[in-house]
Each structure stands twice: as C-alpha cells, then as structure tokens.
C-alpha cells in the first residue's frame, strides 16, 4: 500500500505552546489530506481536509484558529496545535488516498501529544 | 447525520476459529466501504476495501457488503492471536466515516 509518514510520533509540551505535526505522502503526491483524532477508546474523528494550495475544511466543532493546517505541497501536509491545553491531548492522525475520492485511506503512524 | 454501528465487543473467539465482525451504515450513498484493523497505540492499517455486493477474499480475510441492507462484514478464517486487535469499519461518501470499532481476542 501506499505509504505516509508522520513526525514526531510523540510530543509532550507545556500547556500554552504550540506543536507542529508534519505528514508526508512518500510514494504518491496528495492533494488532500486528512487528519483525525482519537481519543482513548473512541474512533477516529474527522477534524478537517487539507487541500493542497487552499484553505483547509474544518469539521463542525472544530476551531480553526486552534488547529492550524497548512499543505504547502503536493507531499506534505502540517497540523499546528496552537496554544495547547491538557484536553488536547489525544492522539492526532493524518491520511491520505492515492487513488481518488473514493479509494483506499492509508494513514500515518500518528502522533500523539501529551500537554502538561 | 451519517453514522457507521459496530458492536463494541469484545469478541472472543478461540485460535483457528472464524471470527465474524459486524457493520452497518445509515447514509445510502455511500459508494466504498473498508476494514481496518488498529493495535493499541498504533495507528490503523488497511486490511479490506469493498466497493460492490457480495464477497471479496484476500487470503484469511473475507469483506461482504449488502447494500440494501446496509450492511457489512468481515470474516477472519483461522483466527491467530496475532489477529487481537480492534477492527475498524468505514463507509465512504464525500468523506470516510469510521465505526467505534470492534475489539477481537483471539485465544490459545
């Protein structure tokens, strides 16, 4: 399958400080990413979809002042956690589908963030 | 609001037994349907994707969609332990709506 890589896989960080999330389609190019959250014992949850050169599309609920995501090329999507706060805390996923709108998903090895 | 239903188990099936998992769906459109199975801490992994009625087989694996029903599954033929994980289901319109998953033991 398709490969995407994700970086860092673990991040601890003080309440208050910002945390960059990168994510890399290796073998394919990607005009939409998309990233997900799980929190303990819960499914992954759609945050948004970041579209390559354009603004990013939030889910409902999601604030878009607070994660910010940025897809500056057609292999690499970031998600910034701004101003991080202990119910951030989760572990954060990011995806991509090499073979249309409706293909297969594969997805990063996630990251997950601990805030203090 | 588009949901995806499994059954949160756990589901406990003894080593070589098949193991069946279960899905539905609410959103009639959705045109692509996938299993994925996720390792505690880990990140999910692709195991099935399914897009018409009827059966798919990929070695132990076998997916099955009925559309009218809105519903499907996936069998795991000689369950190992190495199959304990939870199984993900997701239906795929505009976007890939994801189950709460479905948590499998295998045991000895």
């Known amino acids: 399958g398709a490969v995407v890589s994700q970086h860092p896989s673990r991040v601890i960080c003080k309440s208050g400080t910002s945390v960059k999330i990168e994510c890399r389609s290796l073998?394919?190019?990607?005009?939409?990413m998309f990233w997900y959250r799980q929190f303990p014992k819960q499914s992954l949850m759609l945050m948004a979809t970041?579209?390559?050169?354009?603004?990013?599309?939030?889910e409902q609920g999601v604030e878009k002042d607070k994660f910010l995501i940025n897809h500056a090329s057609l292999t690499l999507s970031t998600l910034t956690v701004t101003s991080a706060h202990p119910e951030d805390s989760s572990f954060y996923i990011c995806s991509a589908r090499p073979g249309g709108p409706t293909g297969e998903l594969f997805f990063g090895e996630g990251s997950r963030l601990t805030v203090l | 609001q588009k949901e995806v239903e499994q059954n949160s188990g756990p589901l406990s099936v003894p080593e070589g037994a098949i193991a069946s998992l279960n899905c539905t769906y609410s959103?009639?459109?959705?045109?692509?349907f996938f299993w994925y199975r996720q390792y505690s801490g880990k990140s999910p992994e692709l195991i099935m994707s399914?897009?018409?009625?009827g059966d798919k087989e990929d070695g132990r694996f076998t997916a099955q969609l009925n559309k009218a029903s809105q519903y499907v599954s996936l069998l795991i033929r000689d369950s190992q332990p190495s199959d304990s994980a939870t199984y993900l289901c997701a239906a795929n319109t505009d976007k890939l709506i994801f189950g709460t998953g479905t948590r499998l033991q295998v045991f000895p």
């Open positions: 959103d009639r459109g959705s045109q692509s």
């Open positions: 399914i897009y018409s009625n």
């Open positions: 970041s579209n390559e050169g354009s603004k990013a599309t939030y």
């Open positions: 073998d394919f190019q990607a005009t939409t």
